[in-house]
C-alpha cells in the first residue's frame, strides 16, 4: 500500500472518530423522535432533553456523550485491494490518535485491564475488524464504531440447551435487557447474536447493532422474532432513562449463524440512545 492511500486512510479515521461522536445514527435519531410523539409527561420531557442534546452537540461538534467510548473500526475490503495488514492497522491506530486528540475526545482506554489499569493516553489501541466481503472493486469502506461501556458492561452471553429453544431464547433477551435497567440510558438498541460459538455469537451481536433498526432481517423468521422481542422489551415499562414509560427500547435486530447440534449460543449486546457510527469509502487508484 503506498504512502498516500495509508496518510487518506489515517484522516478519514481521524474525522470519522470526531464525526461519529458528534451526533447519533440518523435512523436511530429518527426513531427517538417518534418516540417522542408516543409517550406523555415525564419520559415525553426526558426525549425532548435527549433530542436537544443531540441537536446542540451535531450544532455545536462537540460529543453528545462524555463516554466517547472504546473505539471499533471496520475495514470492508473490496477485491482488487492489495493490503499489508500491520501498515493498514498502523495507519487506523494513527487516525484514531489524531481524531481523538484534535477532536478533544475522552480518552477512556486502559493498558493493563486488571492490575495497573494505567490509562493509554490516546484511546488506543483500536478494536479492528477486516472483512473482505465488500462488493464493490478497488475500494476499501471504513466504519468506526465508538461503544461506551455504561451499555457495553450490560451486555451478557449465554450457551443455552438447544432444548430450551425460542422460548428459551426470548426470556434470556427479555431478561438481560429488565436486569440492566436504566443504566444503559435507555430507550436502547438492542443486538442479539445467535448461533456459531460463544466468541461468534458476540461478533453476531454487534454485528446486529450496525445493520439499521429500520431494515428488518432478511429471513422471514427472524425478522418476526425481533418484533416480537421489541414488543416483550417495551412491555418492560422501564421507559426513557428508566423512569417508566412506554418506549424502552428503539430496536431489536437479530443475527444468526449455523451452530454445534449441541449448542444454541446466545448473545445480547445492548447499545444506548446515542448509537454513534460514521462510514466513507476510500477509493483505489
Do not use: W
Not at 5 to 30: F, P, W
Not at 33 to 41: F, K, L, R, T, V
Not at 65 to 94: N, R, S
Not at 252 to 261: D, G, Q
Amino acid at each position: 500500500m503506498n504512502r498516500a492511500l495509508l496518510k487518506e486512510i489515517t484522516r478519514q479515521v481521524a474525522r470519522l472518530c470526531q464525526e461519529s461522536n458528534y451526533g447519533i445514527r440518523e435512523d436511530v435519531h429518527n426513531s427517538l423522535y417518534q418516540a417522542a410523539g408516543e409517550e406523555s409527561g415525564l419520559s415525553k420531557k426526558i426525549l425532548d432533553i435527549l433530542l436537544e442534546n443531540i441537536e446542540i452537540a451535531q450544532r455545536e461538534r462537540i460529543p453528545v456523550c462524555q463516554d466517547t467510548g472504546i473505539c471499533a473500526v471496520f475495514l470492508q475490503i473490496g477485491p482488487g485491494v492489495e493490503i499489508e495488514g500491520d501498515k493498514l492497522g498502523e495507519a487506523v491506530e494513527e487516525g484514531v490518535r489524531e481524531g481523538y486528540r484534535d477532536g478533544y475526545l475522552r480518552k477512556s482506554l486502559v493498558s493493563d485491564p486488571l492490575f495497573s489499569r494505567k490509562n493509554t493516553g490516546d484511546n488506543t489501541p483500536a478494536l479492528i475488524y477486516f472483512d473482505f466481503e465488500l462488493p464493490f472493486p478497488n475500494r476499501i469502506k471504513i466504519t468506526v464504531f465508538p461503544r461506551g461501556f455504561g451499555a457495553e458492561n450490560m451486555g451478557k452471553i449465554a450457551m443455552l440447551s438447544p432444548a430450551e429453544g425460542e422460548e428459551g431464547l426470548k426470556k434470556f433477551v427479555v431478561r438481560t435487557v429488565r436486569e440492566a435497567g436504566a443504566n444503559p440510558c435507555p430507550p436502547v438498541v438492542v443486538g442479539v447474536g445467535i448461533g456459531g460459538t460463544l466468541e461468534m455469537s458476540a461478533r453476531l451481536a454487534q454485528k446486529a447493532l450496525l445493520r439499521p433498526i429500520n431494515q428488518s432481517n432478511r429471513d422471514s423468521r427472524y425478522a418476526q422474532l425481533e418484533g416480537e422481542l421489541l414488543k416483550k422489551i417495551n412491555e418492560l415499562r422501564i421507559g426513557p432513562q428508566g423512569l417508566g414509560g412506554k418506549v424502552t427500547c428503539l430496536g431489536v435486530n437479530v443475527e444468526y449463524f449455523p451452530t454445534h447440534i449441541a449448542g444454541l449460543p446466545v448473545c445480547v449486546n445492548i447499545n444506548c440512545y446515542a448509537l454513534r457510527q460514521a462510514s466513507s469509502v476510500v477509493e483505489i487508484d
